[in-house]
């Protein structure tokens, strides 16, 4: 890199031709390829496998000429790459005003030989992990280590050597739990990486080369927005914190703080809402769609993030590539309603579908917009109000299931498109409609650990993953289990209005436990007699409100009355007849058979 710095300084100082010997091919230069590439584009010229043998004087006092011998390649060597060997008979003359040598470096070592070890190289050798070098309490690191690199690896060494330091002042092993790669958190890897499209990184905008060679200027002009945007749209997403704080800044809440530390913490309660929310269905399982193969398919909530002010656009609302849509499909009951992936209808996609379509119209007045459905399930207040105003904007509905999506054109009117194909069940053909954004309003679904929530807090789960409340009419919040409540779309997919009705309702029952101070047990319950207990254990995992206990020092099982609902399967399953339900124990029932028979 310095000899291309040292070459595009001399062609803007007024050089005429300025050519770069290099004993090597193109593929060994260890150059920067942009350095390479831009110095190219200013007109200087490289001769490859050459190699300067003698500078040639003109009339005994300044540079007449470079004597140079043309090089082949050999077998590599220490470095990796192949070894130049010269052509014998290939010497020439390259006729030239001055003579800039870009040789490199060599480090400093002279104040340390005969004290550390060094390599052939010249450089100081360490232990690759700890930097320690021959002399124990002495470490090295960076150029004199490595040879010629950049400051970033210079950095790192020094913290490799920090560390090392901090270990061997307190006598501990200093390459325990470390490797080569340090001892640094693992970057997060992004999810279905290999389904992501690899693209190139977005050439950033330059000077003309005619012109920059005249001056000093800066050769990088930048990104425009919209090149910017392009750009940031290649990110994995895969960095974690690296501890910069540049957030403690920014929050004027003060609410972010580092020094936290995890603690698990009890806290005695009397009743538990469960709120947990819901998660949309992962848009990779539906590969009709081509979500993560065509960038300008997107899913719902990332383009509500688009079309948001604080967005990545301000609001504006762009393809991946920075154009402006001209068409856009807006597919409802993506994964809803469908037996393939789940059957329910997830209630909210029909109307913020609509004012997506709203809102699109609203900032892009000529964008032809389609909505492609099953039904419209316009039911709350002034909702069917919206869809009449919609038709009236000139929005399109096409009643009928998106099939597929692609990008392969059947015609010129669709080159560059996405294709949408769908049956159009009112007029009763197949429909190829070409658009140039897509989204997807995808099926809402439970959490991933309902399962285990549900476990934990003894409620039952439906077959579609969301908890099940105690009666779909009289007790709408409650669950099986007394004094656990549950509000929102953890008890299936529902509008906000309707979550917060029903966050209500789960509040006012909660207070109502506490109010009380006590609560009835149920009457019916079952017991152990610790007597006859043989502590099997058969019980515990039959009770489904986790009741039942073991307890390990007297070797026998015990219920929880509070828990306990009287279902009667700790009864039936116990093979010593130790556990028995109150008022229905076996003197009662054969009592009453006798009483029956006796009439």
């Known amino acids: 890199n310095v000899a291309m710095d040292s070459a595009r300084t ?10 770069i010997l290099y004993r090597r091919s193109r593929a060994e230069m260890p150059a920067s390829a942009e350095e390479i590439e831009e110095a190219e584009a200013e007109g200087i010229k490289f001769m490859y496998l050459s190699a300067p043998t003698k500078i040639l004087p003109k009339d ?11 090089m082949e390649l050999g077998p590599p060597d220490d470095t990796g790459r192949r070894r130049p060997i010269p052509i014998q008979g290939s010497e020439f003359k390259l006729e030239c005003d001055n003579v800039i040598a870009a040789i490199g470096q060599v480090p400093a070592t002279d104040f340390i030989r005969g004290k550390l070890e060094l390599t052939s190289w010249g450089t100081i050798k360490v232990n690759p992990i700890t930097l320690e070098t021959s002399s124990p309490g002495i470490f090295a690191g960076g150029d004199i280590v490595s040879g010629p690199a950049s400051v970033v690896e210079a950095i790192a060494a020094g913290h490799r050597a920090a560390e090392s330091i901090h270990r061997f002042l307190r006598g501990l092993d200093m390459e325990e739990g470390r490797t080569l790669t340090g001892t640094e958190k693992k970057i997060a890897q992004p999810e279905n990486l290999d389904k992501v499209e690899k693209k190139k990184r977005t050439k950033i905008i330059q000077r003309d080369p005619k012109e920059r060679i005249k001056n000093f200027e800066e050769v990088n002009l930048g990104y425009t927005q919209e090149l910017a945007l392009q750009e940031a749209l290649r990110c994995l997403q895969c960095g974690i914190c690296s501890e910069c704080l540049e957030c403690v800044k920014a929050c004027q809440r003060k609410a972010i703080n580092h020094d936290m530390k995890d603690e698990i913490v009890e ?30 398919v997107f899913t719902s909530l990332e383009f509500e993030i688009l079309n948001n002010a604080s967005g990545p656009t301000g609001g504006k609302i762009l393809t991946r590539d920075g154009r402006v849509p001209k068409s856009i499909g807006i597919i409802h009951c993506v994964g809803s309603r469908d037996k393939k992936y789940h059957e329910y209808c997830s209630r909210v996609c029909c109307m913020y579908a609509l004012k997506f379509a709203h809102l699109i119209k609203e900032k ?6 389609y909505n492609f459905y099953i039904d419209m399930r316009c039911f709350g207040k002034g909702y069917e109000e919206f869809y009449n105003r919609l038709l009236k904007e000139g929005v399109n509905f096409v009643r009928g299931k998106v099939a597929e999506i692609t990008d392969a054109a059947l015609d010129p009117s669709e080159e560059g498109k996405l294709i949408l194909r769908a049956e159009d069940t009112m007029i ?23 399962k285990e929530l549900s476990r934990l807090f003894t409620c039952s789960l439906g077959r579609d993953g969301f908890f099940i409340e105690k009666h779909p009419k009289l007790a709408p919040v409650s669950t099986a289990a007394d004094g656990i409540f549950i509000a929102g779309a953890c008890q299936g997919p529902k509008d906000i209005p309707d979550t917060v009705a029903q966050a ?25 007699v610790q007597e006859l207990c043989s502590g099997c ?4 995992p039959l009770c489904p409100y986790n009741a039942i206990t073991y307890i390990k020092e007297e070797n026998r099982a015990e219920i929880n009355e509070a828990l306990c609902k009287g279902c009667g399967t700790c009864v039936a399953a116990c093979p ?17 058979i006798e009483g029956i028979l006796s009439i």
């Open 10 to 19: 001399a062609i803007r100082l007024g050089a005429k031709e300025v050519i």
């Open 60 to 70: 005994g006092k300044t540079v007449g000429a470079i004597e140079c011998i043309k």
């Open 267 to 296: 806290i005695q309660v009397g009743s538990i809402i469960l709120a947990t929310g819901f998660k949309l269905m992962n848009p990779l399982e539906l590969r009709e769609y081509g979500y993560g193969k065509y960038p300008n």
């Open 364 to 369: 892009i007045h000529d964008c032809e917009v």
């Open 428 to 450: 009763g053909v197949v429909r190829r409609i070409p658009v140039d954004m897509v989204i997807l309003c995808l099926a809402i679904e439970s959490q991933p650990d309902a």
């Open 504 to 528: 209500g309702a789960a509040a006012s029952q909660a207070l109502s436990l506490i109010q009380k101070g006590e609560v009835e047990t149920e009457a019916v319950t079952a017991t152990v």
């Open 537 to 540: 254990q058969i019980c515990i």
């Open 576 to 592: 010593s007849g130790a556990s028995y339900q109150k008022h229905f124990t076996d003197q009662q029932i054969f009592a009453e």
